[in-house]
């Protein structure tokens, strides 16, 4: 019944953007902070970026700041992630993820749902 869906990959040429959605369903994001992963073939997953479920604190990665913009709806229970200006190092698979607490925290560990992917290709 829990679940996290994520939609909005596609092939997108370098320097355009996308905007992906993480749905949840069967709890509600609000007491939940959401992290965005991607995981590029034959590399690690790493954290993208994640929002706090207690102050709608935000972070990202070095490689992606200044470009990514995460956001949520808790009325909508989805979160969002804003990519802009897209280069080849952001091909992989995005998943999003959501660990129970409610705090000015987001680690990327300790995670307790997980969505099983949106693919992200930028080439041209």
């Known amino acids: 019944q829990v679940q996290l869906v994520e939609s909005g990959g596609a092939l997108v040429q370098p320097g355009g953007s996308l905007r992906l959605s993480c749905a949840a369903s069967g709890f509600t994001i609000a007491y939940y902070y959401i992290g965005w992963f991607r995981q590029a073939p034959g590399k690690e997953r790493e954290g993208v970026s994640c929002?706090?479920?207690?102050?709608?604190?935000?972070f990202y990665a070095d490689s992606v700041k200044g470009r990514f913009t995460i956001s949520r709806d808790n009325a909508k229970n989805t979160v969002y992630l804003q990519m802009n200006s897209l280069t080849p190092e952001d091909t992989g698979v995005y998943s999003c993820?959501?660990?129970?607490?409610?705090?000015?925290?987001?680690?990327?560990?300790?995670?307790?749902?997980w969505g099983e992917g949106t693919l992200v290709t930028v080439s041209s």
């Open positions: 929002i706090s479920s207690g102050d709608d604190d935000t």
């Open positions: 993820a959501a660990r129970r607490s409610y705090g000015r925290w987001c680690p990327y560990y300790g995670m307790d749902y």
